[in-house]
């Protein structure tokens, strides 16, 4: 209900009603008797004077309302940049937590690691803690990143729940694959990720990205057998959920 009310108020045409009825009552309660001599007017404004309280008492509310909007508007923009200053921190996080998978999933390929689950790397909470107030907190502006934050802790789950398969499942066959046939999907997550960091730092104005910067594909300390046209293919694809967890 008081979404509705909100909108009404906010909504053109209700400004433009307002304008003409204040219009209007400037015309015939100032302008007109003025002109007519001070005494008329006087006459007039007494005749009237409940009116005109009436209508001194809406224009007050309506000011109230608008002061307190705008209050609340700089508070609710102080919480979401108090958030957004410690997004960078988190992004740093998730890159560092896909580094380490990325480069556990290339030692179970080679056959330099045991497929055990105490070697998979911990889920970085104060990460997650810290994208869901920054989610809570967001404006209209930050809806594509948050879209992307979203796809970005859903695949993290994903990709753990299928870790720890791979690393418990002693009757699951051909693990080496299935490690490298992850390595990929990984990358490609940690190249989402990288390219929040302009928009949090405010580097950037806004954050419209809809497909995959390839350059970002290459990570230090990690191997990469994305083929030209497979860098190129995945460049190309729209960013969703299923780019990373097909």
Excluded at 163 to 183: E, G, M, P, S
Excluded at 206 to 221: A, C, D, H, M, V
Aim: proline share 2%.
């Amino acid at each position: 209900m008081f979404e509705v009310i909100e909108s009404v108020l906010q909504s053109k045409i209700f400004k433009f009603f307002i304008c003409i009825l204040l219009g209007v009552y400037v015309c015939f309660m100032i302008i007109t008797p003025i002109n007519n001599g001070w005494q008329s007017a006087i006459t007039t404004w007494k005749e009237w004077q409940t009116f005109n309280a009436a209508i001194i008492a809406f224009l007050s509310t309506l000011l109230i309302v608008h002061s307190t909007k705008i209050s609340e508007r700089k508070n609710m923009l102080r919480k979401r940049n108090a958030t957004k200053a410690f997004m960078p921190i988190a992004l740093a996080e998730l890159c560092d937590y896909m580094k380490s998978l990325i480069q556990l999933l290339e030692k179970l390929h080679q056959g330099n690691e045991a497929f055990e689950l105490k070697v998979k790397p911990n889920i970085p909470a104060q990460a997650f803690i810290r994208i869901e107030k920054f989610i809570e907190e967001s404006v209209p502006q930050d809806q594509k990143l948050v879209e992307h934050l979203i796809i970005v802790i859903n695949c993290i789950q994903v990709f753990d729940s299928r870790l720890t398969t791979l690393l418990t499942d002693k009757h699951l066959v051909n693990k080496q694959k299935r490690a490298f046939y992850q390595i990929n999907q990984f990358i490609l997550l940690h190249a989402l990720i990288s390219g929040m960091f302009d928009y949090t730092r405010n580097n950037a104005g806004s954050y419209n990205t809809k497909k995959l910067n390839k350059e970002r594909f290459w990570i230090k300390g990690c191997p990469l057998y994305m083929t030209d046209i497979e860098m190129e293919e995945y460049a190309n694809k729209e960013i969703n959920l299923n780019l990373f967890v097909e």
